[in-house]
């Protein structure tokens, strides 16, 4: 049976070392800053913004949330991300998605300061990313290498497969993969012969967002298997992109949903805006 790779242990042992790093920043008059923008009143949006700010007071961050209606304009909006651009007390900016139909997604997120963008999104960001050399890498992809990591995977020559393309998880963790000297397949819902690409992988990163496509026979024998999916099922089932029983009969070590990946990204979040502060603070 495979080894339960525990999400919520890692985070929390990450969130200790945020915590005491945050201390001792603050001990030299620097205290890590996040501001949360929250546009209309999206539900799911509601609680993560809720949960970010109690992540943050924990780690001793200090955070700010800007609740603005549904009916927001976009210039609006724009104005507030300059203000906090300039505010020399916020180390990191978060504009929670999804946007309202009548604001541009780009043309914000394009309007944060890369400096300030721990999401990671902002197309200097990504294009650091792609070059090799980071600036802020995104928080999901960002928190499955760190779990990679604290499970003692060594990426170097693995066969890695992607499936899932997305610009928030599949194509950053291919790339953070491409660096660690693995060899990486992106693959995706229509993809041929998916089940043959996913049984050459040594590690198997599943972020495609459709319930159990991945099946457990696919998994090669001793393979490690990182789910990011989060899929609801019925009232109130949460299940993976991959068939996690059956799964577990071949992989050596795989995550599971709950529990597995969702806890790292609000700690990769922390993460950032700490990385942003201390940078702040050498200057």
Partial sequence: ?????????????????????????????????????????????RVY????????????????????????GEAELLTLIETLNAD??????????PLPDHIDEAKVLEAISPQKDVDGFHPYNVGRLVTGNPVFQPCTPYGVMKML?????????KEVVVVGRSNIVGKPVALMCLAQH??????????VDLPLKVAAADVVIAAVGIPEMIKGDWIKKGAVVIDVGV???????????????????????ITPVPGGVGPMTITMLLYNTLLSAKRRAEK
């Fill in 149 to 157: 990591e604290f499970t003692g995977v060594d990426l170097k020559g």
């Fill in 182 to 191: 693995a060899t990486v397949t992106v693959c995706h819902s229509r993809t």
């Fill in 231 to 253: 899929n609801r099922v019925g009232d109130k089932k949460l299940v993976g992109d991959v068939e996690y029983e059956a799964a577990c009969e071949n992989a050596a070590a």
């Fill in 1 to 45: 049976m495979a080894e339960i790779i525990d999400g919520k242990a890692i985070a929390a042992e990450m969130r200790k070392q945020i915590a005491a790093d945050t201390n001792e920043l603050i001990g030299r008059d620097v205290t890590p800053g996040l501001a949360v923008v929250l546009v209309g009143e999206d539900p799911a949006s």
């Fill in 49 to 72: 913004v809720s949960m970010k700010e109690k992540a943050c007071a924990a780690a001793g961050i200090y955070s700010v949330e800007h609740k603005m209606s549904a009916d927001t």
């Fill in 88 to 97: 020399e007390k916020i180390d990191g900016i978060l504009v929670q998605l």
